[in-house]
């Protein structure tokens, strides 16, 4: 919405001056006008993330299957997919998340066993490791509202018990699964960071 420039004075050159918006103001000079400036927003639109299952504990190569996941919010009492062992897989969630609002976030994870996380590039959860059930967190990451990053999550079961969750939380969003609205299934872009960060990981097919 374009509102009139403001009147104008004379500096002690002569030169004519308007009144500036001040910082953060949700208004901008644009010509001789003035621009409403509206803050990004959540889209909300998202429908999960790209998933790819493997055979052993490392996913590297082809995967067995690949598929679209809602959200990460698992606990297999055997295969986890149509040709994938019930035991000694692996899997790869990749795509982007979606920040409602400009905080801080934490990501958590809840998983036996292995585990690794990635937020924008940054590896901000490592435990690769044979485990019990266990949370871990990463430290507080700035995101913008409606701002959209890249995010990979891996994980690894050798035996017995099979979970793994990814959780988020912020000053205004309580601890909770990352739902599907704000997870989004990946461009060619997240691909090359993909490409660049696990190096030996093979593209979709």
């Known amino acids: 919405m374009a509102v009139p420039h403001p009147p104008q004075t004379r500096n002690g050159d002569g030169q004519?001056?308007?009144?500036?918006?001040?910082?953060?103001?949700?208004?901008?000079?644009?010509?001789?006008?003035?621009?409403?400036?509206?803050?990004?927003?959540?889209?909300?639109?998202?429908?999960?993330?790209?998933?790819?299952?493997?055979?052993?504990?490392?996913?590297?190569?082809?995967?067995?299957?690949?598929?679209?996941?809602?959200?990460?919010?698992?606990?297999?009492?055997g295969s986890p997919a149509t040709g994938v062992n019930a035991d000694y897989f692996s899997a790869h969630w990749s795509g982007l998340v979606e920040a409602q609002y400009t905080e801080a976030y934490t990501f958590y994870t809840y998983s036996d066993s292995g585990v690794q996380l990635w937020i924008n590039g940054q590896r901000v959860i490592m435990n690769w490791t044979d485990h019990a059930l266990t949370w871990n967190s990463s430290q507080s990451i700035n995101l913008m509202a409606g701002e959209q990053v890249a995010i990979v999550l891996e994980y690894y079961e050798k035996g017995g018990g099979s979970t793994i969750r990814l959780e988020r939380s912020s000053p205004s969003t309580p601890q909770a699964i990352v739902p599907s609205s704000q997870l989004y299934s990946g461009t060619a872009g997240l691909r090359k960071l993909e490409a660049v960060l696990l190096p030996g990981r093979e593209p979709d097919r």
């Open 16 to 77: 004519r001056q308007g009144l500036l918006p001040s910082a953060g103001s949700p208004i901008a000079y644009v010509g001789s006008t003035l621009e409403m400036q509206t803050a990004p927003q959540a889209t909300n639109t998202g429908v999960g993330l790209r998933a790819k299952f493997y055979n052993g504990t490392s996913p590297d190569g082809y995967p067995v299957t690949a598929r679209l996941d809602s959200q990460v919010n698992f606990v297999w009492a």
